[in-house]
């Protein structure tokens, strides 16, 4: 007789189902596990054993052989510890086989029975959801597996709380889902930004269109607090963002400590990360800053100063919004639509454009140090703006800048405006950053005008055809914050200004 449970093997977010066998026979004493276990796999028969010594349950005197199917597909990590004891437990007959059999588990055993967190639960119980099976993780993970209305789920403390709900001597109630916030963390607000009027411009642009956005100016202008300031124009995700962005955390681990937000991600590694951990790698090929920024923010501080390497391998994720980490055990995929800010002084020293402070070797050390950025990146960047220094005496004369929560609600009004169209034309996309083709060309609806003033910049700045298709972009989200139908000239003569500051960059 063969007795079963089953669990998951993860390949990105998606989880796999694994079907987790356990036979009984005759034979000299042991206790096998076989299907391409991982070290830490292998390692849960002394797990289990333990366990279940701590129960007051001796490991029979048979030949124990659990097989984890299908065979070829890589098992990693310590989650395996909870099916493989329940299919054990079933095939000793200490709990109903057919129940075990309808079960999806993942937890790790400790040595004294307790069962510990792990990572992948939103994952499983999606999977099990719909496989139509009940999710048994550990009890730290209810909250989280909760969030699948559609699944059954226990979540034990113990192996034996586990028993003794499956025997039906006490019954787990179903976990209470977490909670899904809406307030945003404390950010910088708008208002505490004095002058700076381009920036903040392109800055509302890049919030309501979902646009990319470069900011070049000498230390001490406020770059970063600019860009720190964009999750608080931002919209809340929709239910579905927020359901993508956790089941990436979940795989990596960062569910437990952040719990379910609508708050857009904001990630801003430091400029000594590395290829592994911006997009991803490691020895499981989990997810980088650039999946954990998925459906929000990557802010890239000092962007010149991140090895030229490390930053072409973003080319690619940022124009499909999927990356996929190879690795000589694993292929994966991750998602990563984010929108990408960053900033960078004009050359080592910063002071390039400041009278009488710049370096011996101006102007060549601004053009060497802004070549750290490859032409083809540069070209994916739709908005660049140079953020000038401001006197300390213009600082204090400055009136007080509008407040994140007006623009916010621009920002709003214009993204509603960009899903209500996308709808309408049936296509696959929310927000103008997204749109390209026939799609954008329909969605611009360019009139003469715009269009003349177009084609010549394009010719005149020599604008690529990614280039060109982002200035439309551009233009059709400057048109929707003034909740104008078409685009006219106005609009493409703005748009072309942050193109014309990136080809002359």
Known sequence: MVSRCYSVAFQGVEACEIDVQCQLSAGTPSFQVVGLPDKAVAESRERVRAALTAMGVAMPTKRVVVNLAPADLPKEGAHFDLPIAIALLA??????????????????????????????????????????????????????????????????????????????????????????????????????????????????????????????????????????????????????????????????????????????????????????????????????????AHNGVLFLDEIAEFDRGVLDQLRQPLESGTITVSRAAAHVRYPCRVQLIAAMNPCRCGNLALPGKACSRAPKCGADYQSKISGPLLDRIDLVVETPATSAADLMRLPKGEPSASVAERVARARRVQAERYEVLGAPVRLNAQAEGSTLETAAGMDAEAQDLLERASEKLQLSARGHSRAIRIARTIADLEEAPCVRRPHVAEAIGYRRTLAAA
Not at 108 to 127: H, K, N, T, Y
Not at 176 to 204: I, N
């Open 91 to 292: 095939e000793m007959g200490m709990v109903p086989a057919e129940d075990a059999a309808q079960m999806l588990a993942m937890g790790e055993l400790g040595l004294d029975g307790r069962i510990a967190s792990v990572p992948g639960v939103l994952p499983a119980a999606v999977q099990a959801a719909a496989g139509g099976k009940t999710l048994i993780c550990p009890l730290a993970n209810g909250p989280e597996a909760a969030i699948v209305d559609a699944a059954e789920i226990a979540a034990p403390a113990s192996l034996v709380a586990l028993v003794n709900h499956m025997t039906g001597r006490q019954a787990l109630s179903r976990p209470t889902p977490a909670e899904m916030s809406r307030q945003a963390l404390r950010t910088h607000d708008l208002v505490e930004v004095k002058g700076q009027e381009k920036a903040r411009r392109a800055l509302e642009i890049a919030a309501a269109g979902g646009h990319n956005l470069l900011l070049i100016g000498p230390p001490g202008v406020g770059k970063s607090m600019l860009a720190k300031c964009l999750p608080g124009i931002l919209p809340p995700m929709s239910a579905q963002e927020a359901l993508e962005v956790s089941m990436v955390r979940s795989v990596a681990h960062a569910f437990a400590d952040e719990g379910l937000s609508r708050v857009r991600p904001f990630m801003d590694p430091h400029h000594s990360a590395s290829a592994a951990s911006l997009t991803g790698g490691g020895r499981r090929a989990g997810p980088g800053e650039v999946s954990l």
